[in-house]
């Protein structure tokens, strides 16, 4: 059946950056398979450096798997795909000398927009997001949780299905992170847009997703997917539901472990590609 093909579907995908015996070389993910169901919002969740950003850019086809595949809307991904997918960067990334509205106008610009469709599309982006009184503002005139709101206006305005969002609020205050979630769940329950939400916060994902997908530590893989049953729009009073807390706990439980693996990782001397004794230290380094 045509409406039951996955937005995104990952099927055995391993990255590595670098070769083996390079100084470089790390396996950032092994043998991940993740169906993104259309219209949902699944956050990634995981201890740093397990690959959730590395993951995130194979989808978007910024860069290509080592091994297996990538399809969006069934279609293998082989590159940048700008119809399909949007991203949205913890750091907005807005050009200071522009105003916002100019800021979301390039954003078009460099995607190939028509022309005439992007005055349009920008008054809708920015009505979205809440930000059209502060169209003609400079990003040094508003605050942190208004310049993502511009970065998320800027993705919008590309009107594709898919978001790819990394760590999008992270930067920010926790009472902003949290009415810009109310604010995105609004969005969400408007559109039928498919969201994948690289997060660090257990709040953040259970008070977002539909499904959080759990990584083990590097090399990264899903370890498990907990379902989040609760309609959108969220309201505030979802945070202190039972429900919440109880999902929030069962993820702390989750991610403890890899939590310590990944940071007894970290700790201690890397051992050399090829090495069957004891793990060396690296000289002067210790
Ligand atoms: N361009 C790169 N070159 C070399 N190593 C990289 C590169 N990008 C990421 N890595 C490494 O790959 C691993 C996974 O990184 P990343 O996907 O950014 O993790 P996360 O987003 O989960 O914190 C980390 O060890 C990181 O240092
Ligand atoms: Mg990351």
């Not at 809440?130 to 970065?151: C, K, N, T, V, W």
């Not at 759990?214 to 989040?228: C, E, L, W, Y």
């Not at 439980?253 to 590609?273: C, F």
């Amino acid at each position: 059946m045509a409406s039951a093909q996955p937005a995104i579907r990952v099927n055995g995908v391993s990255h590595q950056f670098g070769e083996p015996g390079e100084a470089r070389y790390v396996q950032a993910l092994l043998d991940t398979s993740l169906d993104v169901t259309r219209g949902e919002l699944l956050c990634l969740i995981g201890p740093s450096g397990c690959g959730k950003s590395t993951l995130l850019g194979i989808m978007g086809g910024l860069f290509a798997p080592t091994t297996g595949a990538v399809a969006v809307a069934g279609k293998p991904v082989r590159g940048p795909m700008p119809r399909d997918l949007a991203f949205v960067f913890q750091e907005s990334a807005l050009f200071p000398w522009n105003t916002v509205r100019e800021n979301v106008m390039l954003g078009m610009t460099f995607q190939g927009v028509a022309k005439a469709e992007r005055g349009a599309r920008a008054r809708r982006a920015l009505e979205a997001v809440g930000l059209i009184d502060f169209a003609e503002h400079y990003p040094g005139q508003l605050s942190g949780g208004m310049r993502q709101r511009a970065a998320l206006a800027r993705a919008l305005s590309l009107e594709t299905d898919i978001l790819l969002m990394d760590e999008p609020f992270g930067a920010l205050d926790e009472q902003t992170r949290m009415v810009l979630g109310e604010d995105l769940s609004v969005l969400l329950s408007r559109s039928n847009k498919t969201i994948v939400f690289v997060t660090h916060s257990l709040g953040e994902a259970v008070f977002l997703a539909d499904r959080v997908a759990v990584f083990s530590a590097r090399p990264g893989t899903i370890k498990q997917i907990i379902v989040v049953d609760e309609p959108h729009p969220r309201k505030p009073s979802f945070m202190t539901a039972p429900k919440f807390h109880a999902l929030r706990d069962q993820l702390y439980g989750l991610l403890h472990d890899e939590i310590r693996k990944a940071m007894s990782e970290t700790t201690q001397p890397r051992r050399r590609y090829g090495q069957t004794g004891p793990a060396e230290t690296d000289g002067e380094r210790v």
